[in-house]
């Protein structure tokens, strides 16, 4: 083109391509769509669903929910912070062999006052306590 006083001018223009459908678990829809209207679940807020991120064979409770996202969104307790629903574990088991029962109180009460790992049921560092209230608790063949 050309100015009024007879100098020339160029129009550019740019044109961006469209972003490419993301679209991971193959459903037709953009991912960004899914976790919008709730058909995906995005549990660590990370823009991907989480059933293209997770191995859905952890899911212990068998609710359609990686066992990760149970407890990061709070549907499922981890009092011993494993990342493990704490439904899911035979709590008070100190001897780890599928049973609380007297051999777990004795491994309590052996361990109290260190930080035995296996006798911390709560995981506060410390053997005392309420670790031998968690194992009367559990008292009992585990699910």
């Not at 020339?8 to 490419?20: L, M």
Request: charged content about 25%.
């Amino acid at each position: 083109g050309q100015n009024a006083d007879g100098s020339d001018w160029q129009a550019f223009g740019i044109s961006w391509p469209e972003p490419p459908l993301v679209d991971c678990n193959g459903n037709g829809i953009h991912d960004a769509y899914d976790l919008s209207d709730g058909t995906s679940r995005d549990c660590d807020g990370s823009g991907i669903p989480d059933e293209c991120e997770y191995d859905f064979s952890n899911d212990c409770n068998e609710n359609g929910i990686d066992d990760l996202c149970d407890v990061a969104d709070g549907t499922s307790g981890d009092a011993d912070g494993d990342f493990v629903p704490d439904e899911c574990e035979c709590s008070g088991d100190a001897t780890r062999d599928g049973i609380v029962n007297v051999d777990d109180i004795i491994a309590v009460i052996l361990a109290w006052g260190s930080n035995d790992p296996d006798a911390d049921i709560d995981g506060n560092g410390i053997v005392d306590a309420t670790d031998l209230v968690l194992v009367l608790g559990g008292y009992g063949a585990c699910l």
